[in-house]
């Protein structure tokens, strides 16, 4: 079991300040939540629960420096060091992260939040194998490749990023429930919403459990993925033998 002193410790070190400065807070209302709030949040009954699911998905749409979505990441690699070992905790760890979304508007930020949630993740394995996760493995690199493509630069309001682009985010869909392989599909942020405003929902957010009707009733798939090991994502190419008319 994980040492729990460790992760406090870990969790506090990524712990931002509440105000860079009163003219980022003028010009783009940039007030970063305590962690102290951000506990309370998360301890809300429902929410809890999902945390403790590794498959159940969470959007923070304003990420900031990543203060809920490290907390989440947290619970997430505790559950998977506490029950798997070995390459078993690598593929749990590496769903776990698949899990976790965001949007943060600020370049610097969004830096900030993507290497808070490498290395913690790092820590984690750390922790768990009594050894430092070299950068040139696979693991590495799938687990740098799922946080790039789900911790993103946009504007939620505006559903599109710094380019004028629509915000894109990934599923990754195990293949016939196997904790092995996975399937990446690219969903435009915009496609989410429907009559029931996925805004108003908090924090956490159900994202894509309902997602396979929503592909075929809105068009909305951008990308497919080939069909690979959730250790090897780094590497995917897209599936050009399931191109369709209207897909990129």
Same mark, same amino acid.
């Given at each position: 079991?994980?040492?729990?002193?460790?992760?406090?410790?870990?969790? #506090?070190? $990524?712990?931002?300040?509440?105000?860079?400065?009163?003219?980022?807070?003028?010009?783009?209302?940039?007030?970063?939540?305590?962690?102290?709030?951000?506990?309370?949040?998360?301890?809300?009954?429902?929410?809890?629960?999902?945390?403790?699911?590794?498959?159940?998905?969470?959007?923070?749409?304003?990420?900031?420096?990543?203060?809920?979505?490290?907390?989440?990441?947290?619970?997430?690699?505790?559950?998977?060091?506490?029950?798997?070992?070995?390459? =078993? !905790?690598?593929?749990?760890?590496? !769903?776990?992260?698949?899990?976790?979304?965001?949007?943060?508007?600020?370049?610097?930020?969004?830096?900030?939040?993507?290497?808070?949630?490498?290395?913690?993740?790092?820590?984690?394995?750390?922790?768990?194998?009594?050894?430092?996760?070299? $950068?040139?493995?696979?693991?590495?690199?799938?687990?740098?490749?799922?946080?790039?493509?789900?911790?993103?630069?946009?504007?939620?309001?505006?559903? $599109?990023?710094?380019?004028?682009?629509?915000?894109?985010?990934?599923? !990754?869909?195990?293949?016939?429930?196997?904790?092995?392989?996975?399937?990446?599909?690219?969903?435009?942020?915009?496609?989410?919403?429907?009559?029931? #405003?996925?805004?108003?929902?908090?924090?956490?957010?159900?994202?894509?459990?309902?997602?396979?009707?929503?592909?075929?009733?809105?068009? =909305?798939?951008?990308?497919?993925?080939?069909?690979? #090991?959730?250790?090897?994502?780094?590497?995917?190419?897209?599936?050009?033998?399931?191109?369709?008319?209207? $897909?990129?």
């Amino acid at each position: 079991m994980i040492n729990s002193r460790l992760t406090y410790s870990m969790m #506090d070190k $990524k712990n931002p300040v509440l105000m860079k400065s009163k003219h980022r807070v003028q010009k783009h209302g940039e007030v970063f939540t305590p962690q102290w709030v951000v506990d309370k949040m998360i301890a809300i009954p429902g929410i809890k629960e999902k945390t403790e699911d590794l498959f159940a998905t969470f959007l923070e749409p304003s990420a900031g420096e990543g203060a809920f979505l490290l907390t989440i990441e947290d619970i997430k690699l505790r559950f998977v060091t506490e029950n798997h070992s070995g390459d =078993s !905790w690598n593929k749990y760890a590496l !769903w776990a992260l698949s899990s976790i979304y965001g949007i943060e508007f600020l370049e610097d930020n969004l830096a900030v939040a993507r290497q808070n949630m490498l290395e913690l993740f790092l820590d984690y394995y750390g922790a768990a194998h009594g050894a430092p996760l070299s $950068k040139q493995s696979d693991l590495y690199k799938s687990a740098q490749t799922i946080i790039g493509a789900n911790v993103v630069q946009g504007d939620t309001l505006t559903h $599109k990023n710094n380019s004028g682009e629509e915000i894109v985010f990934s599923r !990754w869909k195990p293949i016939d429930g196997s904790s092995e392989q996975v399937r990446r599909i690219t969903f435009s942020y915009s496609s989410l919403f429907g009559e029931d #405003d996925i805004s108003k929902s908090g924090v956490q957010l159900i994202l894509f459990d309902q997602l396979s009707a929503h592909e075929e009733a809105s068009g =909305s798939q951008q990308e497919c993925f080939a069909p690979i #090991d959730i250790e090897l994502v780094w590497k995917e190419e897209k599936d050009m033998s399931d191109k369709k008319p209207g $897909k990129f």
